[in-house]
């Protein structure tokens, strides 16, 4: 049962618009919240993340939202550039434990 | 910043050999954590350790054992390497609960 999805494989945005990943989960004890992206031939690089107590987070470019009621998350990245092109996994936890459920990740290619 | 790093980038290994997959962490990080990555099923966490000499088993720890003798240093083993081991192996750290994992940049093990 994957309690963490990233129903969008892929995703291609041309340069300087919005890239929205989503991500849905099921697990509603999950309180804490994160992204990561991926460049091919590294580790997964921490992005940003969100706590359940708040709706929106703010790096940045980067904005993450938590959508409790519906159990999903997005990342909204304003404006995408070529060097966004990555996979982008999501990732949820329980506070005070050592689980992170990871989605299987959605590649973005930003077009120049 | 934080350094996590991983000894070897690549790797390959006879069937029945035993497998030791080194991770040093920079930060003074409490919690380190050993992820395999295999395309469609995302992360899966083989093993956790909370301090030194202290250990968790994860999701799918069969087939593999952990040491932590000194609180930078955590090594996964493998003692009879098989060739659904193959996989991209990931180390991580964080600094407590409800942080996020700082990820190394990989160890490609291929087993034949």
């Known amino acids: 049962d994957q309690q963490v999805k990233q129903n969008s494989p892929s995703l291609s945005v041309q340069e300087g618009r919005i890239s929205i990943l989503n991500c849905d989960y099921t697990?509603?004890?999950?309180?804490?919240f994160l992204w990561y992206k991926k460049y091919p031939a590294e580790g997964p690089t921490f992005l940003i993340s969100?706590?359940?107590?708040?709706d929106k987070n703010e790096d940045g470019r980067f904005t993450v939202f938590l959508n409790k009621s519906a159990k999903h998350l997005s990342l909204h990245i304003v404006p995408s550039q070529p060097g966004d092109s990555a996979v982008y996994f999501c990732?949820?936890?329980?506070?005070?434990?050592?689980?992170?459920?990871f989605g299987t990740g959605t590649r973005l290619k930003v077009l120049a | 910043d934080v350094k996590v790093t991983q000894s070897s980038r690549y790797l390959v290994k006879r069937t029945g050999e035993k497998v030791f997959l080194e991770c040093v962490q920079d930060?003074?990080?409490?919690?380190m954590f050993w992820y395999r990555q295999d395309p469609g099923l995302g992360l899966r966490l083989i093993y956790f350790?909370?301090?030194?000499?202290?250990?968790e088993k994860g999701d799918i720890p069969e087939g593999y054992s952990v040491s932590r003798e000194k609180k930078e240093r955590f090594s996964l083993i493998l003692e009879s390497a098989s060739t659904n081991q193959t996989s991209m192996y990931l180390c991580?750290?964080?600094?407590?609960?409800?942080?996020?994992?700082?990820f190394g940049n990989g160890t490609r093990l291929t087993v034949t």
């Open positions: 990732a949820a936890s329980v506070s005070g434990t050592y689980k992170y459920i």
């Open positions: 350790s909370y301090d030194v000499k202290m250990k």
């Open positions: 969100i706590s359940s107590i708040k």
């Open positions: 697990n509603s004890m999950f309180d804490y």
């Open positions: 930060m003074d990080h409490e919690n």
């Open positions: 991580a750290s964080r600094t407590g609960a409800s942080s996020p994992l700082h």
